[in-house]
């Protein structure tokens, strides 16, 4: 997996502005991502999955753009709010036996935004 | 509100102490997994049952010792820890089921402090 950084890489946007947030993975035999959001004091939450065979997924006010020629997964938010401040998390999920999926984080990008 | 329940939200021990950590679902999930996350990091795998069986042990050191009383149910007995043991330990549970993305449902974590 990704090596972990001594420190969070930070983006920090207007509200209003459109964030790209990145992250590269390491397993091409990944077959699952997922981006969570982490709010201060709080567990991650889903936001989006998308699965390898897809390139873009959209939801609301988020789209998942993933690149399997260069191992690259980004998150779009449009219209971004200070709600959006938080800590997004890119996981890829390595299948499991029985069936399901156990998802592995990379090292998280802090977004904040400011009013 | 988070679907899983975390308790206690905070928790002070020393060295020798004996303690527990708990969580609870109750949305019919069949794995539940626990994650240790220090400040700035990814939440790093310890643990997974699965139909309450532990499928999955991350080479966790036995001084944290799972336990799934039942599917609804899990545990984190604490004995021995370190300071370096201090982190937030985060509770999820999935679905697994073969299809299934993967989507991990996180508790709010309990935020643990080794004197």
Known sequence: ??????????????EGDNSIINCAYSNSASDYFIWYKQESGKGPQFIIDIRSNMDKR???RVTVLLNKTVKHLSLQIAA??????????????????GGSY???FGRGTSLIVHP | DTEVTQTPKHLVMGMTNKKSLKCEQHMGHRAMYWYKQKAKKPPELMFVYSYEKLSINESVPS??????????????????????????YLCASSLWTSGNTGELFFGEGSRLTVL
Do not use: K
Not at chain 1, 3 to 14: A, D, F, I, K, N
Not at chain 1, 84 to 94: I, K, L, P, R
Not at chain 2, 66 to 80: I, T
């Open chain 1, 58 to 60: 959209q939801g609301q």
């Open chain 1, 1 to 14: 997996g990704e090596s972990v950084g001594l420190h969070l890489p930070t983006l920090s946007v207007q």
């Open chain 1, 80 to 97: 971004t709010q200070p709600g959006d401040s938080a800590v997004y998390f890119c996981a890829e999920n390595h299948h499991a036996s």
């Open chain 1, 102 to 104: 156990i998802p592995t």
């Open chain 2, 63 to 88: 001084r944290f010792s799972p336990e799934c009383p039942n599917s609804s149910l899990l545990n984190l007995h604490l004995h021995a820890l370190q300071p370096e043991d201090s982190a937030l």
